[in-house]
Nanobody, 118 residues
């Protein structure tokens, strides 16, 4: 359902843009977002965007990362600027939808590795 890409190796201070392409209209998802998991750490929330465009960011990325969506392309982006070695992680795209029974269903994309060198 979700295909993430755009990871790579970048020097500290550099930028990357991750993409998460959905196989269905992203209008159907109530919330989409990005999570990351650094080596030896638990997966953590990076940012989310709701169907009405409201965004939320982890304190550690505020002012540096930006989430956006292109409804025509069924794609959500994560623009990452001023990258730091601490941003090194596997980044995952996640989508949530409320099903007809009123329960949340979650979908994960495969991870894309971001490595920031010092």
């Amino acid at each position: 359902q979700l295909q993430a890409c755009g990871g790579g190796l970048v020097q500290a201070g550099g930028s990357l843009r991750l993409s998460c392409a959905a196989s269905r209209s992203i209008f159907s998802f109530n919330v989409m977002g990005w999570y990351r998991q650094a080596p030896g750490k638990t997966r953590e929330l990076v940012t989310t965007i709701t169907s009405d465009g409201s965004t939320n960011y982890a304190d550690s990325v505020k002012g540096r990362f930006s989430i956006s969506r292109d409804n025509a392309k069924n794609t959500v982006y994560l623009q990452m600027n001023s990258l730091e070695p601490e941003d090194t992680a596997v980044y995952y795209c996640k989508a949530a939808i409320i099903n007809p029974k009123g329960a949340y269903e979650y979908y994960w994309g495969q991870g894309t590795l971001v490595t920031v060198s010092s």
